[in-house]
T-cell receptor
Framework: EPEVTQTPSHQVTQMGQEVILRCVPISNHLYFYWYRQILGQKVEFLVSFYNNEISEKSEIFDDQFSVERPDGSNFTLKIRSTKLEDSAMYFC?????????????FGPGTRLTVT | AQSVAQPEDQVNVAEGNPLTVKCTYSVSGNPYLFWYVQYPNRGLQFLLKYITGDNLVKGSYGFEAEFNKSQTSFHLKKPSALVSDSALYFCAVSPQGGGNKLTFGTGTQLKVEL
């Protein structure tokens, strides 16, 4: 069964450093998402991406965040200057098309620790 | 704004007994409702969804959920729990016509014991 994959599984970085989290969505999927979960809190939507453009973003997704599909398979989340409060589990997801009829498939997550 | 509440942090049930994991929602208009499960070191796996139609929705691994509009609930159920069902369960909502954003609850840890 096809899966969404994410690398690395755990990233430790110092405050102020840039990080790039990588995801490989399912190959025939067209919509891509990032969510995050701060320890002990809810899974929160960050951004959705379609046709090389952001289609929706949350208030969390400020100028420090960016997303990119640099090639035909990868989807990345960049945090320009990390803060302590960015420490969280980051989940990538993809769906075949838009709308609730098309389930979002999630990757295993990247645990980001900012020290 | 849409929101989901999962009132129980943990549910314990004996193997073979029925289980219920509770979820209530708040959304403008008609909701799309989902259940996901997370096993250790794995991503969120889709279990089932309610879009429209029959209020009782059947999903993977013998799970089902009942949509109750008057109580704004979407409780997850299984007639006979297995130890392998032990995992973290998330309820999520997406508003009809409101894009693809999923709003999740805080999750409920299900523990099934022998």
């Amino acid at each position: 069964e096809p899966e969404v994959t994410q690398t690395p599984s755990h990233q430790v970085t110092q405050m102020g450093q840039e990080v790039i989290l990588r995801c490989v969505p399912i190959s025939n999927h067209l919509y891509f998402y990032w969510y995050r979960q701060i320890l002990g809190q809810k899974v929160e939507f960050l951004v959705s991406f379609y046709n090389n453009e952001i289609s929706e973003k949350s208030e969390i997704f400020d100028d420090q965040f960016s997303v990119e599909r640099p090639d035909g398979s990868n989807f990345t989340l960049k945090i320009r200057s990390t803060k302590l409060e960015d420490s969280a589990m980051y989940f990538c997801a993809s769906s075949e098309l838009a709308g609730a009829y098309y389930e979002q498939y999630f990757g295993p997550g990247t645990r980001l620790t900012v020290t | 704004a849409q929101s989901v509440a999962q009132p129980e942090d943990q549910v314990n049930v004996a193997e073979g007994n029925p289980l219920t994991v509770k979820c209530t929602y708040s959304v403008s208009g008609n909701p799309y409702l989902f259940w996901y499960v997370q096993y250790p070191n794995r991503g969120l796996q889709f279990l089932l969804k309610y879009i429209t139609g029959d209020n009782l929705v059947k999903g993977s691994y013998g799970f089902e959920a009942e949509f109750n509009k008057s109580q704004t609930s979407f409780h997850l159920k299984k007639p006979s729990a297995l130890v392998s069902d032990s995992a973290l369960y998330f309820c999520a909502v997406s508003p009809q016509g409101g894009g693809n954003k999923l709003t999740f609850g805080t999750g409920t840890q299900l523990k099934v014991e022998l």
